[in-house]
Each structure stands twice: as structure tokens, then as C-alpha cells.
């Protein structure tokens, strides 16, 4: 069964700081995996999307990186913000499957 | 505004009631989909529509039901709501089903409480 999992569930952080977040999944054959990042009481936005032949995306502040051997992938938040606070979502898809398999998601919180 | 727009944003609702959702997508794609976020904030896959064939059915109950009167729209209507259907419900679009850059927009969500 293809399945997605994020560490830590949660973390809190001061502002101006950096963190990592952790997404470790099973599904195969892998076709691509992407970042979301939830604001509280809005729809998850898209931050980056990896195929398998590329390691590592930059979208701002935000570094995705992937290792497909491994099947893994992180996500770094450099010099955090206050509007970083969110839910990040690993999102990896299969080869021809129309389904995304989801993450539960990291709750950032980023305090001042 | 370029979106994909959901209404309404809460809707209270008593059990046993016969409620919709509407969505609507003006990015010109091909592809919607329904997504529910239960309390523990995992999203799960409901229904898929490209070209207004449904692609993606999971296992919900036959209360549900998916309408795509065209490309640019899907509703979900529920019939006789229970008190396990309070989530948030999500719509979301993509250029077309499946492929490796194809990435999903999603609305701003439609928060259902059955009372």
C-alpha cells in the first residue's frame, strides 16, 4: 500500500530561524513528489514538485530535497517568518495512478 | 480572478438533511476532484473527474454523489448527512489526469458541520 509519512507531526520555532521537515514514503513506481503548505482555514498551495531525476528544488526560502534510492524527502525553511506558520503536506504520486498519496502534514509554528 | 472557487464556505447543517457544494474552476483545466479533511487533517481522495468522466470513485458511501455538468464544474452533493460527514471539504483542479509536473490547485474549502 502506498503510504506517506512526516516527522515530526508538529514543531515550534523562533523567528528567523531554521528547521527541516522529514517525509518518508513507500509508493512505487514513483512518479513525482511536491510540497504543499497549508494556511489554516485555506486550501493547500503547491511549494515544489520533484521528479525522480531531480535532488533538490528552491522556491524562496523553501529547499526541497529528494532521495529517491532512499525515498526520502525533506523540506528546509531558511530564516523562518511569522507567515511560515502552517501545515506542510508531502505529497508523492505513482507512476499512472490518478491518486495522490498524502501526507498527515508538519504544523509549523513560528513565534517572534 | 484566476481560481478555483467553492461555495458556501461553512454550512451548518441538522443530520438527515440533503445539502451541495459547488465548485467552479476557471484555469482551464481538465481535471477536479473532491477531497475530504477529516479532524486529523489528512486528506483523502473522493472523487475525480477529467472531461466530465469520472476517473476516480473511492470508497464513500452512496450518499455522496459527484455532478460535473461541464469542465469547469463539480459538485458534490451529499444526501442525508450524518454527523461523521463534518469535515472540510476540498476542491481542487489540475491541467489533466495524472503526469509528473501536473500540479493540483485547490480551492478554499467548504468547512460542513452536521449537528
Known amino acids: 500500500k502506498n503510504q506517506v509519512e512526516q516527522s515530526p507531526q508538529s514543531l515550534i520555532i523562533l523567528e528567523g530561524k531554521n528547521c527541516t521537515l522529514q517525509?518518508?514514503?513507500?509508493?512505487?513506481?514513483?512518479?513525482?513528489l511536491r510540497w504543499y503548505k497549508q494556511d489554516t482555514g485555506r486550501g493547500p498551495v503547491s511549494l515544489t514538485i520533484m521528479t525522480f531525476s531531480e535532488n533538490t528544488k528552491s522556491n524562496g526560502r523553501y529547499t526541497a530535497t529528494l532521495d529517491a534510492d532512499t525515498k526520502q524527502s525533506s523540506l528546509h525553511i531558511t530564516a523562518s517568518q511569522l507567515s511560515d506558520s502552517a501545515s506542510y503536506i508531502c505529497?508523492?504520486?505513482?507512476?499512472?495512478?490518478?491518486?495522490?498519496?498524502f501526507g498527515a502534514g508538519t504544523t509549523v509554528t513560528v513565534r517572534a | 480572478d484566476t481560481a478555483v472557487s467553492q461555495t458556501p464556505k461553512y454550512l451548518v447543517t441538522q443530520m438527515g438533511n440533503d445539502k451541495s457544494i459547488k465548485c467552479e474552476q476557471n484555469l482551464g483545466h481538465d481535471t477536479m476532484y473532491w477531497y475530504k479533511q477529516d479532524s486529523k487533517k489528512f486528506l483523502k481522495i473522493m472523487f475525480s473527474y477529467n472531461n466530465k468522466e469520472l476517473i476516480i470513485n473511492e470508497t464513500v458511501p452512496n450518499r455522496f454523489s459527484p455532478k460535473s455538468p461541464d469542465k469547469a464544474h463539480l459538485n458534490l452533493h451529499i444526501n442525508s448527512l450524518e454527523l461523521g460527514d463534518s469535515a472540510v471539504y476540498f476542491c481542487a483542479s489540475s491541467p489533466m489526469a495524472g503526469g509528473s509536473y501536473n500540479e493540483q490547485f485547490f480551492g478554499p474549502g467548504t468547512r460542513l458541520t452536521v449537528l
Open positions: 505529497v508523492v504520486s505513482a507512476v499512472g495512478d490518478y491518486k495522490l498519496s
Open positions: 517525509c518518508n514514503y513507500t509508493v512505487s513506481p514513483f512518479s513525482n
